[in-house]
């Protein structure tokens, strides 16, 4: 019986060498964009608590952009893959073109939105009922830094979509460097303009976000340089702007199997942009502490983010090559490790959690729930790791409509609800509201189990 567990939920050697290939890029990709987002927080937090939450808010609205250009990307993405996996470069261009106008697009309704309706968005945030915090103050602080980084939404949309494409062709290394030296940029000009060190002024949160924005335009200049300059390796790059054409049916098959995932990744992020909302009801502090908890807990949870993400290009490459019992097999084994490795990230995060908070140029108030925070999310972490490695599976074969039920639908029709109850209609303090609504994840597991299990998602979709 141990030998038969073993077999099916681990690999061999060759299997965690390619599920690594891919992932590991990925993981040192993302990890050097969240340690250096956390010593960003931390150069934002040492201001103060207004200035720690209006960028905390103000990001909260750039977060709901980030997510629909993912979501764009990832429901064109399905394609691309399993194009890849054809070995069809003719339609993994016509792909990357549909990704570059689409994003686009959504890079200019954002820009829109944010510009008429930024005030009364980032007051949707700023309640009474906390010891600390000035609400006029942190309401200025918000404005003042969206303004600046809506200059750089355009530019990062255009980025992923050349870096989606190359990992699509399992080129992970260039948007690791790419992204890497940008994170780097970021924190050196955060450093520099948030402080007014060498000479430049002590700008605050407006140094902080003109440093990003410098980020966003060297991450996109290297990785359009390099791609235009290695076409024949990756020969779909090669004429894309010569044509904006892109084959009708495409159009219409990306669409209809697409636009489900891009209105999910939408609808997920603005569901949980409400529950930031409702946290916010019980004041400043929760939104700083909650603030200070996210930023940490992406950090500790890169390791399951990113084996789960391999999951989109291993599995969708099989799919594609029409290898459905090894799909099955490798996406079983992808899920076990990413919950198995992730119990050794949950404990550390525990184990650091009443220390962290103490970095934050802030009240004992927001520290204490910062730590209180971090431990649930330690406690949720696999939970969370097991429902993020389904919802990649049920992606790779293009079941976009269940990945909608069980992703956005799940977050609309339950989390959000209990958390609105909650907050609207008892007094319950913040950290066992947050127990509660945190627990829903449970609910979420036992869906993806039963789609996962189902076998739907072993579908062929560029025959």
């Known amino acids: 019986m141990e030998k038969g567990f073993t077999k099916k939920y681990f690999g061999d050697r060759a299997f965690y060498k390619l599920i690594f290939a891919v992932a590991i890029p990925i993981v040192i990709q993302n990890g050097i964009t969240q340690f250096v987002t956390v010593l960003d927080n931390i150069m934002v937090g040492r201001m103060g608590t207004e200035q720690m939450s209006g960028v905390a808010i103000a990001n909260q609205l750039v977060f709901v952009f980030n997510l629909t250009v993912f979501g764009c990307l990832s429901g064109a993405g399905i394609f691309g893959a399993q194009f890849a996996g054809k070995g069809d470069s003719t339609g993994m261009r016509h792909v990357l073109r549909f990704k570059l106008l689409s994003c686009l697009l959504i890079s200019a309704a954002a820009i829109a939105a944010l510009l008429v309706f930024n005030e ?16 006029a103050l942190t309401l200025a602080h918000g404005k003042s830094y969206l303004y600046i980084m809506m200059i750089g939404l355009a530019p990062h949309a255009i980025a992923q979509c050349y870096a989606s494409s190359l990992r699509e062709a399992k080129q992970t290394f260039i948007p690791m460097i790419a992204s890497g030296t940008a994170v780097i940029v970021n924190f050196v000009f955060n450093y520099i303009l948030i402080f007014g060190k060498l000479g430049f002024p002590a700008l605050g949160v407006r140094g902080a976000a003109i440093a990003t924005v410098i980020s966003r335009f060297i991450e996109l200049l290297i990785i359009v340089i390099w791609a235009h300059s290695h076409t024949k390796e990756y020969d779909f790059f090669s004429g894309v702007f010569k044509s904006l054409r892109i084959p009708k049916r495409l159009v219409i098959e990306i669409i209809i199997k697409g636009m489900p995932l891009m209105v999910n990744e939408m609808l997920w992020s603005l569901g949980m942009t409400t529950l930031q909302q409702r946290y916010s009801v019980r004041g400043l502090a929760a939104i700083a502490g909650m ?50 490795s992730c119990l050794f990230f949950a404990v550390l995060l ?23 925070f971090l431990i649930i999310s330690a406690c949720m972490m696999p939970f969370n790791a097991f429902t993020h490695a ?47 609504v945190s627990s829903t994840e449970l609910i979420k597991c036992a869906l993806g189990y039963y789609f996962v299990k189902s076998g739907k998602w072993l579908v062929n979709i560029v025959k």
């Open 120 to 135: 009364p968005l980032l007051k949707l945030f700023l309640h009474s009922g906390s010891e600390e915090g000035d609400l």
């Open 291 to 340: 603030n200070i908890s996210s930023t940490v807990s992406n950090l500790f949870n890169i390791f399951f983010m990113s084996v789960g993400s391999s999951i989109g290009i291993i599995v969708g490459n099989l799919l594609g090559a029409n290898k459905f019992e090894e799909a099955r097999d490798t996406d079983r084994k992808i899920i076990a490790l990413s919950v198995f």
């Open 350 to 372: 525990a184990i650091a959690s009443p220390y962290i908070p103490l970095l934050y140029n802030t009240g004992d108030e927001v520290r204490s729930l910062a730590s209180r």
């Open 390 to 436: 389904c919802y990649f599976t049920l992606r790779s074969g293009g079941q976009t409509k269940i990945t909608m039920l069980f992703d956005s639908c799940f977050v609309w029709a339950v989390t959000v609800p209990v958390a609105y109850v909650l907050s609207r209609f008892t007094a319950i303090p913040i950290i066992p509201m947050y127990i509660i």
